[in-house]
């Protein structure tokens, strides 16, 4: 790559390296299914492909648009070159050795990586010259999420029997769900609103001392996230139906008070968030209602909730970053693609468990249909990360 790509990276920016490695390894774990079903691998992709998508493409765009807008937002020094290469070599080390099958292995370097990543953040919050949005409580609440249900993960493959069975089993939804659901509800808070073309509840004058108005936001944020983390353990006692109905109405709460997703917008992105935003909610509430059909479910929230928000908001991201903000407000032709592939990958994927005789082909055209509206995206949006802000 062109040098002048590295001193973008360099300066702060680790966005531009991380979004890209994250689509890749998200490519990489969905193929993992159409390799297997068409007799390209005999590994069943089953944990391995769920963890690679956690732990590696996900947590990518996490800790890309983290490390980019949280020293912006306090005032505080960028994240380094060496900083982000170190985190960037992680999260491929990560998807590689959950690849190879060496699952304790790849739980632990993903501890080990968010947790590097939690005291950078801490560091730089202790440099703090403003507050961060009352919202990102729910941000923190995630990372501890992840840090806990790793660690609980861990330790069920280490020594299962230290810890009560209910104990090891909360730590799946903590580290699959809350780790990504809590971080969506508090960012989305902040910077989605924009999106729709109004103002944002989480914006407060600069200051050291909390503002007016801060405390009970925050506190909002800390209700809802407890009400999320609560139904884990609710659902690790068995309790199914009670754990998604609560969830789905800690979610919904939070998303109806926060943000105007309800309001017109005609950018080429508007649909799409809709779409994702109200996926989430919906998907808790199918699986409330039929839980016999939890997995299945749990694709509505997981493919056209987190996987279609996240390449929504990256999308914003990269043309805020390379000076063509103004076409996110623009009719979108490659966004609108993406979001119509990703609704049909969810479809396939959803329906195909009540279409036991072609199931399993119907996984591999989820994938195909997944993967094709994150090439549509790559080729459109993508190519901004070589392009600094000061360019048009």
């Not at 998508?53 to 890309?64: D, K, N, Y």
């Not at 923190?140 to 090891?168: D, E, K, N, T």
Request: proline share 7%; with cysteine; hydrophobic share 55%.
């Amino acid at each position: 790559m062109e040098p002048g790509y590295w001193r973008l990276v360099a300066a702060g920016e680790p966005f531009r390296l991380l979004f890209p490695l994250g689509a890749g390894i998200g490519v990489f774990g969905v193929l993992l299914w159409p390799l297997f079903i068409w007799n390209f691998t005999a590994v069943y992709p089953g944990q391995i492909h769920a963890r690679i998508m956690i732990e590696g493409f996900l947590t990518s765009f996490v800790i890309g648009f983290l490390g980019t807008a949280f020293p912006r937002l306090l005032g505080v020094p960028r994240l380094t070159i060496f900083e982000t290469l170190g985190l960037a070599l992680a999260l491929g080390g990560i998807a590689w050795l959950h690849f190879i099958q060496e699952t304790l292995w790849g739980d632990i370097l993903f501890f080990l990586t968010l947790s590097g990543f939690v005291v950078i953040l801490g560091l730089r919050f202790l440099m703090r010259k403003d507050m961060p949005p009352p919202s990102f409580v729910l941000v923190a609440m995630g990372l501890g999420c992840a840090l806990c249900g790793a660690g609980l993960l861990i330790i069920a493959q280490v020594a299962p029997s230290v810890l009560p069975i209910w104990l090891i089993v909360v730590g799946r939804p903590l580290l699959f769900q809350g780790f990504l659901l809590l971080p969506i509800m508090g960012i989305g808070a902040f910077l989605l609103p924009r999106f729709f073309g109004r103002p944002s509840r989480q914006n407060f004058p600069e200051s050291l001392t909390l503002p007016p108005g801060w405390k009970m936001s925050a506190l909002f944020a800390l209700s809802c996230g407890v009400i999320v983390i609560g139904s884990f353990f609710i659902e690790a006692v068995g309790e199914i139906r009670w754990a998604m109905a609560l969830r789905a109405a800690g979610v919904l709460a939070y998303f109806v008070r926060e943000i105007p997703f309800h309001r017109t917008n005609p950018g080429g992105g508007s649909l799409g968030l809709r779409i994702a935003l109200l996926s989430i909610p919906l998907g808790y509430g199918l699986m409330a209602v039929w839980p016999e059909h939890m997995t299945s479910f749990l694709h509505v929230v997981f493919i056209t909730g987190f996987s279609l928000l996240t390449f929504i908001v990256a999308s914003r991201v990269i043309l805020g970053h390379s000076g063509q903000s103004h076409r996110f407000s623009e009719p979108l032709l490659s966004l609108r693609l993406l979001t119509a592939l990703i609704v049909f990958a969810m479809l396939t994927r959803v329906t195909a468990d009540w279409l036991p005789e072609i199931r399993m082909t119907h996984y591999a055209y989820a994938a195909l249909a997944w993967v094709a509206g994150i090439l549509v995206w790559a080729v459109a949006i993508l190519p901004g990360i070589f392009q600094p802000d000061s360019e048009s």
